[in-house]
């Protein structure tokens, strides 16, 4: 069955710092692996996505994943946190027969100035 | 242009009441999603739209709920006989077709509380 996990409910990091949002997923086909950002009280917003090719993925706002087969990981970073990227985060996978997306349970990150 | 646009913003109701959401989807998109979110949780599937294909109603609780999706366009997510565990931040989404590489776009969503 296919599944994702993001195995923190909450990360922490202080600003100008990296982060890393964790995201494994389990899927019979190949994975087409992406990221939202839920700002409290408005609506889900894509930030990047992986379907083929070059293992890491740069998106929106600076943020980058990378794709890692062997580990079925496709971690979320930053290289340099920014206090405004506190947000809710959720990674959703497929795969290539499938239209519905999976949904991990959302991380929430908060950046500390 | 416009986004995904959703009505009400927030609904409260009585417990027993019938409720309507409305999605009204990127113009064009084929694929519209619905979704349940509970309070800090993450997204639960609903029902699936695509073109004029019979929606996929698999995510659907119970058969108080029901959707609908005229001309291709707007979408309804009625909710009859509202009970409290329907409280919840209901989420419609859009996509440009079937593609599963293709991104969803979110709507703001209706929160929904039911008394």
């Known amino acids: 069955a296919q599944s994702v996990a993001q195995p923190e409910d909450q990360v922490n990091v202080a600003e100008g710092n990296p982060l890393t949002v964790k995201c494994t997923y389990s899927v019979s086909g190949n994975p087409y692996l992406f990221w939202y950002v839920q700002y409290p009280n408005r609506g889900l917003q894509f930030l990047l996505k992986y379907i083929t090719g070059d293992n890491l993925v740069k998106g929106s706002y600076g943020f980058e994943a990378e794709f890692n087969k062997s580990q079925t990981s496709f971690h979320l970073k930053k290289p340099s946190a920014l206090v405004s990227d506190s947000a809710l985060y959720f990674c959703a996978v497929r795969d290539g027969s499938n239209y519905q997306l999976i949904w991990g349970a959302g991380t929430k990150l908060i950046i500390k100035p | 242009g416009a986004g995904v646009s959703q009505s009400p913003s927030n609904k409260v109701t009585e417990k027993g009441k019938d409720v309507e959401l409305r999605c009204d989807p990127i113009s064009g998109h084929t694929a519209l999603y619905w979704y349940r979110q509970s309070l800090g949780q993450g997204l639960e599937f609903l029902i699936y739209?695509?073109?004029?294909?019979?929606?996929?109603k698999s995510g659907l609780p119970s058969d108080r709920f029901s959707a609908e999706r005229t001309g291709g366009s707007v979408s309804t997510l009625t909710i009859q006989r509202t009970q409290q565990e329907d409280s919840a931040v209901y989420l419609c989404?859009?996509?440009?077709?079937?593609?599963?590489?293709?991104?969803?776009?979110f709507g703001p969503g209706t929160r929904l509380t039911v008394l």
């Open positions: 989404a859009s996509s440009p077709k079937t593609g599963t590489y293709n991104e969803q776009f």
């Open positions: 739209f695509q073109g004029n294909s019979a929606p996929d």
